[in-house]
């Protein structure tokens, strides 16, 4: 009976870590709104449906409980389907999609990746939604939260080198 009792008190612990390690992600216009009460940096995963390395950086990147735990405490995180169909109001500006093409693509995916369609991509936007940079390409949890780290502290706006804050991180 007391073999039970535990088994049931460690599966309820465990039940609750894994919730508190789930991120949540916004629409671009919540964060926008939220950016407005408190200020932080934005984070735009952009993906499609049919990204192979999208998925993959879901499962291993976006869940790795270090990486969200830096998304949560010090972005606000977007996911955005560059091929959505429904529009976005972002600085006042409605981005939509044409719908024309095979997979056409949504004008605010094409605006903050600057025409360079790559899958994923991630976008990071200041605390007045200003573009910072866009980051093409699938990266696991090492190399991500180095970058989550230097964008966070503005490193960027100092004039600090990013290879040589990767090649220092964590040492």
């Known amino acids: 009976m007391i073999r039970l009792i535990t088994s049931i008190f460690f599966a309820a612990l465990l039940s609750i ?3 508190s390690q789930e991120l949540k992600w916004y629409t671009i216009e ?5 950016n407005k009460k408190a200020p932080r940096k934005i984070l735009i995963d952009v993906y ?10 879901d499962r291993e990147t976006f869940s790795n409980p270090a990486i969200a735990k830096i998304l949560s405490e010090k972005y606000y995180p977007v996911k ?9 109001v972002f600085q006042g500006h409605e981005f939509k999609n044409s719908g024309e093409g095979s997979r056409p693509v949504h004008e605010f995916a094409a605006t903050i990746l600057n025409g360079k369609m790559s899958y994923p991509s991630i976008v ?3 605390e007045q939604n200003r573009l ?3 980051v093409p ?11 989550l780290m230097f964008i966070h502290a503005s490193l960027y706006e100092k004039g600090v080198d990013y290879q040589q804050y990767v090649e220092n991180y964590g040492k």
């Open 17 to 19: 870590f894994a919730q």
């Open 124 to 126: 990071f936007i200041d």
């Open 30 to 34: 919540e964060a926008a709104e939220l």
């Open 132 to 134: 910072i940079t866009a």
């Open 137 to 147: 390409g699938f990266k696991k949890p090492d190399q991500m939260e180095p970058l």
């Open 80 to 88: 955005l389907n560059a091929e959505q169909r429904e529009p976005i």
């Open 48 to 57: 499609t449906d049919w990204c192979g390395w999208c998925k993959v950086m």
